[in-house]
């Protein structure tokens, strides 16, 4: 199995600016992903972390809002930019793999717990 | 729009009993299924998961049913533990790449 860590694990933020969520997992893995859990909703896809190249975002999503690096394999961020209260919520990285591995086997990350004032 | 439903936010059961979480889906496509189990201040773990290929799937206390022609999955738990009380989400899969999510429904098993 792969365990990934994410920081920070919570932050309080003023609006207008930008956090940076760190996510690191202890084996190489094929696909990481972004998710948002806001408060009573589901896991929504945000973005998948492609290695070396621009993130595929899913609809309503945009680079500039959402930027996404992932230089290697195990290690991938996400940046809030400009941050309103609207953006408040749990964000989770993912990760599935190695190559294959069992298709249902993808991990999450504690979460980053982001509330914005 | 929401291809993958839990429909019930919570449910209690008391402890011993037999707990099922349902899920309905309405992409033909989706081939794959999972159950993942979510603790507070934790990441969604990985629970069961069943092939379209298949109606059941067992693992120790718990089992995945899956009616395909209704489009429909549950998650039956027995018996139930209060380490069970968790949030439970229900995913599928159709391409390999993203899985999506159902809203999640909140157990409490009571002792």
């Known amino acids: 199995s792969a365990v990934i860590s994410q920081k920070p694990s919570r932050d309080i933020c003023q609006r207008g600016t930008s956090l940076t969520i760190q996510c690191q997992v202890d084996s190489q893995v094929t696909m990481m992903f972004w998710y948002r859990q806001q408060p009573g909703q589901s896991l929504t896809l945000i973005a998948t972390a492609n290695q070396g190249s621009e993130a595929t975002y899913e609809s309503g999503f945009v680079i500039d809002k959402f930027p996404i690096s992932r230089p290697n394999l195990t290690f991938s961020t996400l940046t809030v930019s400009n941050m309103s209260p609207e953006d408040s919520s749990i964000y989770l990285c993912?990760?599935?793999?190695?190559?294959?591995?069992?298709?249902?086997?993808?991990?999450f990350g504690p979460g980053t717990r982001l509330l914005v004032l | 729009d929401q291809q993958v439903k839990q429909n019930s936010p919570s449910l209690s059961v008391q402890e011993g009993r037999i707990s099922i979480l349902n899920c309905d889906y309405t992409n033909s496509m989706f081939d794959y299924f999972l159950w993942y189990k979510k603790y507070p201040a934790e990441g969604p773990t990985f629970l069961i998961s069943i092939s379209s290929i298949k109606d059941k799937n067992e693992d120790g206390r718990f089992t995945v049913f899956l009616n395909k022609s209704a489009k429909h999955l549950s998650l039956h738990i027995v018996p139930s533990q209060p380490g069970d009380s968790a949030v439970y989400f229900c995913a599928a899969d159709g391409d390999g790449n993203q899985f999506y999510f159902g809203t999640g429904t909140s157990l409490t098993v009571i002792p």
């Open positions: 993912s990760a599935r793999g190695p190559e294959g591995a069992y298709r249902g086997t993808q991990y």
